[in-house]
């Protein structure tokens, strides 16, 4: 994907970055507006977007975006900001959060992560 390609980030993080938007309306290629830019920074949030390249028109980035959004989500990938589309990601908006009961108890032992390139994560 080259310069464009970004980290992927976890369904609820993605959900969460296109809350804010105004995306109840179907999208498609050559449409503009405020609601296009909130859905390309939203998908900046969730990966698969450049970041900062958000112009407010559904171009062919755009398209791409929208389809590996769909492809990451279970959908045909068809670069359509539709119905169906908006229904999954609903469905992730509903979604409940880790409760705290989830969480494993203070000074539980977890999978160690490296902490840094020549460090050693705690034993």
């Known amino acids: 994907r080259g310069a464009a390609a970004t980290t992927r980030r976890a369904a609820?993080?993605?959900?969460?970055?296109l809350r804010g938007g105004h995306l109840?309306?179907?999208?498609?290629?050559g449409d503009e507006g405020k609601d296009v830019r909130d859905l390309q920074n939203g998908l900046a949030q969730c990966g698969v977007f450049?970041?900062?390249?958000?112009?407010?028109?559904?171009?062919?980035?755009?398209r791409d975006a929208?389809?590996?959004?769909?492809?990451e989500h279970g959908?045909?990938?068809s670069g359509f900001w539709g119905a169906r589309t908006r229904e999954?990601?609903?469905k992730l908006m509903s979604a409940p959060r880790q409760q705290a009961s989830e969480l494993?108890?203070?000074?539980?032992?977890?999978?160690?992560?490296?902490?840094?390139?020549?460090?050693?994560?705690p034993a």
Request: hydrophobic letters at 40%.
């Open 50 to 62: 450049p970041r900062g390249g958000a112009t407010g028109y559904y171009g062919s980035l755009t």
């Open 24 to 29: 109840s309306r179907d999208l498609g290629f």
């Open 66 to 71: 929208v389809r590996a959004f769909q492809t």
């Open 104 to 121: 494993p108890p203070p000074g539980a032992r977890t999978a160690a992560v490296p902490i840094g390139r020549g460090a050693a994560a």
């Open 88 to 90: 999954v990601f609903a």
């Open 75 to 77: 959908l045909p990938p």
């Open 12 to 17: 609820p993080v993605c959900a969460a970055a």
